[in-house]
């Protein structure tokens, strides 16, 4: 069973930066990858995803302001994250964009002055 483990959340000030990464220890490369998020008392709602070959989409709340990529080779995934808002507050966990699998442990990203 592949596992994936995010990191690089944090505590940013609003207008900040932030980069994710997504390590699976499997390979990555045949599935479209996402990035999603949940707020507190909120459901996990999508917020990117891309396909082997690159091509990506955002939810419209990001669009512009987030960008993913992806290194087939390292199967890792990230999502860079441009000014931030305090409304990206949330903990943000990468999955396969459909047939997910087991959640890891996600990473919490505060923005917050």
């Known amino acids: 069973q592949v596992r994936l483990v995010e990191s690089g959340g944090g505590l940013v000030q609003p207008g900040g930066s932030l980069r994710l990464s997504c390590a699976a220890s499997?390979?990555?490369?045949?599935?479209?990858m996402a990035w999603y998020r949940q707020a507190p008392g909120k459901e996990r709602e999508l917020v990117a995803h891309?396909?082997?070959?690159?091509?990506?989409n955002y939810a419209d709340s990001v669009k512009g302001r987030f960008t993913i990529s992806r290194d087939n080779a390292k199967n890792t995934v990230y999502l860079q994250m441009n000014s931030l808002k305090p409304e990206d507050t949330a903990v943000y966990y990468c999955?396969?964009?459909?047939?997910?699998?087991?959640w890891g442990q996600g990473t919490q990203v505060t923005v917050s002055s």
């Open positions: 999955n396969r964009f459909s047939n997910t699998i087991a």
């Open positions: 499997g390979s990555i490369s045949t599935y479209i």
């Open positions: 891309i396909i082997s070959g690159g091509i990506t």
